[in-house]
Structure formats: C-alpha cells, structure tokens
C-alpha cells in the first residue's frame, strides 16, 4: 500500500499553501504623535498652538483644555501614508460636553475620515478635507442617530445600487451613549466596496466613491487628476469637530 501511495502523491502534487494572511499593525504607539499631522481650519498643515491633539493616557485626544469656545477651528490630524485597499480598526470614545458656539449638528460628532485629500493640497479656510467619513456620533445630541453614518464631503458614493447624492447616509447602529468606549473597523476593498462596522456588526455597506464635479474643493482635485474622478485611494484622518473624543488601539491591516 506504501509503495502505492507514494507514487500517486507525487503525481498529484503537494497541497498549495495557503495565502499568507496580512498582519495588523499599530499607526499609532500609544505616547507619540509620531507620524501624524494635524491640519486645523485658518491654520497651516502641522501648526497645533492649542494643542487641540494631544496623547492622554495611550489614546490619541481631541482636547479643549485650551479651547473656550468653538470659532471654526474643525481638526483633523492625518496618517502620514496614503492607503487603498485596508482594514482599519480603533476603539472611541466621545466624553465630557460640546464646546459653546457650535451648530447643532456638531453635538457629540467626530469621525473618521478616509480616502481624503493630502493635508498639504487643503486651503488654508477649509473646514474639511475632501474625503469619506465614518461619522461617530454619541447620545444625547439634538437629533438622535446613530453611529457608523457615512458623510461626504466632496464625494459621492454608490448606495443600494445608485449613485447617492446625500450628504450623510445613515447606519443601522443603535443609538449609543457620550462616555462608551466603541468598536470600530473600516473595510475598503480593492473593488471599491465598503463596509463600516461597529462593535463587530456591519452596519453600512457602499461603493465606487467618487469626486463631486460639482463640490468647489474637489475642483482642484479633478483637474489635478486629468479630470478623473473616481476615488481609490487616500489619507485617513482623525477628525476634531468641536467634542472631545478619545481614540486608541489604532490598527490596520493592508490588503493591497
């Protein structure tokens, strides 16, 4: 039977070995801001007088220690290497109260920006970079929604199956709590599709983002691009929206 086997085995070949798994990695270290850039509204790219981004106890914070009120200073500080097929996931936490002098909208409402525009190619005045967003938003506010929504600034994406003109697309997170510390994970596949989850739960689901033609700061964009205006690639961006909001454990794992 020995001899039988032996043969046919090699005949047939080995097994081929499976596909090598990407690790996760770490972009952030816990204590540094290494690697990332803040880009602040009426401020240059990495200029942070205030210290509206700070490390606190391992997280990365969005502080209004400094802040009294809230004068159109939105943030965002950027991840130093642009991306396009990845998984990213971070824990988040929304906590304490809303600065005075911001819109409703801005109650409890950070995000996660993705695909944007380098931090270098912003005006100077934009309040917001160019991009997809993971909206995070925590209860109470003035409006009760959920989390995990999708906003787009400057884009467009493909939703049930057409090409959505919403500037915010909701999830079907449940409403959740200023002060929980939340699962998030962002998937962006080399197809274009998209998933957001929270707590482990895919809660949206879309595709083929694109530059709106028809957006002041995607102009620019899609000239630069030869008048392109699909949407592959790009920075992500942790967003300061006028609540602090802590964020750790920040991982991603490249599928690219």
Known sequence: MRLF???MLALLGAA???APVAKWERIFDGKTLAGWTPKITGRAVGEDPLHMF????GAIRVSHANYTKFEGEFGHLFWKTPLKAYRIRLEYRLFGESLPGIKEWQASNSGLM???????????DQ???VSLELQLLGIPRPTQEPTGNLCTPGTTVVFEG???PRH?????SPLLPVG????LELEVLPNGEITHFIDGKAVLHYSAPELDPGDKDAQPLIAAAGGKVQLGQGYIALQSEGHQIDFRNIELQRLD
């Open 5 to 7: 086997l032996l043969p």
């Open 16 to 18: 081929p070995a499976p």
């Open 54 to 57: 700070i490390v606190h106890d």
């Open 114 to 124: 993705f695909h944007s525009q380098a931090p270098e190619t912003m005006r100077r």
């Open 127 to 129: 309040p917001f970079p």
């Open 162 to 164: 057409k090409r959505d």
């Open 168 to 172: 915010c697309i909701p999830s079907t």
């Open 180 to 183: 929980r510390w939340t699962r």
